[in-house]
């Protein structure tokens, strides 16, 4: 599609308002220091932030459910007519990896595959990260490049709107008379000059950590490392890392009487790993600890030829023990290569 429009603050706030009786918009609201998604409405109108960073939620929590009966998916209601507003590259880029686990392959999950069909993704450059946000150390960049089907821009007092997919037509068709095509070589020069700041800065937040991805080859050489030792000390196994991840997509189905629950789960507790006989390969917290990084940067890799991390620094941001993931990466490149744990 490739369509480029431009639109007023105050016209894209109009549009908004007159699709709220059509569509179920989500969007990221202010809460204290965070953004959360809540579904919009006149109330929470005025408390939408489109243009800053990522929402604290990632985008599977609209595409796999945390807890979910899976014993009839006609029981559940589809998600047509549902649009996330806000969204962030560090959340598309996930889809990369849902897209493969769910879709791909001889079977493909149904509930995952309705709602991703019929999900409207609206993504907005983030123009405002934080410190916890590390996209570029990874390679990507901190604005959407694909897998939306509208991204906006905000610029001075409005935003270039791209449409990227027939979807994404759709949505403006009935009210097209509010989107005016870009014309303006200068307006699309601001929206780079944002854009290459946002790298800067996110660049800025990384300087004093010295990692820089693919990490695959320096992890095999660190399985015996002693950071994973002493990085895993303040973990209290609590889970949140991968529960805010916006690419852990593990879970455990449950059978209650004649129906199954579906729900997250988390290689980082205790029981994860453990088999029959009660023999567990990953008893202890540390070993845990490097599972997951091995999942993200070596196994998931290795399989698909990407990383499984968007760097969206959700999981810094969540961890109790303060872990951040870029200090752990950070000391292993600079311990000796295979120490002793």
């Known amino acids: 599609m490739g369509q480029l429009y431009y639109i007023s603050?105050?016209?894209?706030?109009?549009?908004?308002?007159?699709?709220?009786?059509?569509?179920?918009?989500?969007?990221?609201?202010?809460?204290?220091?965070?953004?959360?998604?809540?579904?919009?409405?006149?109330?929470?109108?005025?408390?939408?932030?489109?243009?800053?960073?990522?929402?604290?939620?990632?985008?599977?929590s609209f595409l796999f459910f945390f807890y979910e009966q899976i014993t009839n998916i006609k029981k559940y209601p589809?998600?047509?007519?549902?649009?996330?507003?806000?969204?962030?590259?560090?959340?598309?880029?996930?889809?990369?990896?849902?897209?493969?686990?769910?879709?791909?392959?001889?079977?493909?999950?149904?509930?995952?595959?309705?709602?991703?069909?019929?999900?409207?993704?609206?993504?907005?450059?983030c123009q405002k990260p934080i410190e916890s946000c590390f996209c570029t150390v990874l390679g990507a960049n901190p604005y959407p490049e694909e897998y939306f089907d509208i991204n906006i821009s905000r610029i001075s007092a409005g935003y270039i709107v791209d449409i990227n997919s027939e979807a994404g037509e759709e949505f403006i068709k009935s009210k097209k008379d509010f989107f005016k095509k870009v014309v303006d070589r200068s307006i699309l020069m601001k929206r780079e000059a944002k854009r290459r700041a946002a790298v800067e800065?996110?660049?800025g937040f990384n300087s004093h950590f010295d990692i820089k991805a693919p990490f695959l080859n320096m992890l095999r050489q660190k399985l015996m490392s002693k950071v994973w030792n002493e990085q895993s000390?303040?973990?209290?196994?609590?889970?949140?890392?991968?529960?805010?991840?916006p690419t852990c997509y593990c879970f455990l189905i449950e059978d209650v009487k004649s129906d199954k629950f579906r729900y997250w789960d988390s290689c980082q507790y205790t029981g994860f790993a453990r088999v029959a006989g009660n023999a567990n390969p990953r008893k202890k917290v540390y070993e845990r600890l490097r599972h997951r990084y091995l999942h993200k940067f070596d196994y998931i890799h290795e399989s698909f030829g990407f990383d499984g991390c968007t760097g969206c620094g959700r999981c810094i941001q969540a961890c109790q023990g303060k872990i951040d993931m870029r200090k752990v990466l950070s000391e292993l490149k600079k311990d000796p290569v295979n120490s002793n744990a």
């Open 78 to 125: 589809n998600m047509r007519g549902s649009a996330v507003l806000g969204l962030k590259a560090c959340d598309l880029n996930s889809l990369q990896l849902y897209d493969k686990t769910f879709l791909e392959g001889e079977f493909a999950e149904p509930f995952y595959k309705r709602r991703r069909q019929d999900l409207l993704l609206i993504s907005s450059d």
């Open 201 to 203: 800065t996110v660049e």
């Open 233 to 245: 000390k303040t973990c209290v196994t609590c889970g949140a890392c991968t529960q805010i991840c």
């Open 9 to 60: 603050t105050l016209e894209w706030n109009e549009f908004l308002k007159s699709s709220l009786p059509e569509w179920s918009l989500y969007a990221p609201v202010r809460q204290d220091k965070n953004l959360a998604f809540e579904r919009l409405s006149e109330n929470n109108f005025n408390s939408v932030e489109l243009d800053s960073y990522r929402a604290t939620q990632p985008l599977k």
